[in-house]
């Protein structure tokens, strides 16, 4: 079973950058698409970013130029280096992973507990 684990969320200051991380245990990651969603209260479940087995990567438009992905299959770990934050950012990210490319962005198979990514004004 893919366990998902992030790190990398806190505080931060309109501007300023984070880099969040997701460990996922097992040989299935090099067999998955990994992503990452957010979701931020009273609002609907968004994927902000997904990257493929091979490295072709997708954005959501809001974080276009911002945000990239990247994916370290010799660590088992994926990445989402987020800067020019804005307080809309402001969310619970997730860490996701699935074997589908196309359909990723309904529900993906594995999820990680997630981690708040707070940006102030």
């Known amino acids: 079973q893919v366990q998902l684990v992030e790190s990398g969320g806190g505080l931060v200051q309109a501007g300023g950058s984070l880099r969040l991380s997701c460990a996922a245990s097992?040989?299935?990651?090099?067999?998955?698409?990994m992503g990452w969603f957010r979701q931020a209260p009273g609002k609907q479940r968004e994927l902000v970013a997904r990257?493929?087995?091979?490295?072709?990567?997708n954005y959501a438009d809001s974080v276009k130029g911002r945000f990239t992905i990247s994916r370290d299959n010799a660590k088992n770990t994926v990445y989402l280096q987020m800067n020019s934050l804005k307080p809309e950012d402001t969310a619970v990210y997730y860490c996701?992973?699935?074997?589908?490319?196309?359909?990723?962005?309904?529900?993906?198979?594995?999820w990680g507990q997630g981690t708040q990514v707070t940006v102030s004004s």
């Open positions: 097992g040989s299935i990651f090099r067999a998955n698409t």
């Open positions: 990257i493929s087995t091979v490295g072709s990567t």
């Open positions: 996701a992973a699935d074997r589908m490319w196309g359909t990723f962005h309904q529900s993906p198979a594995y």
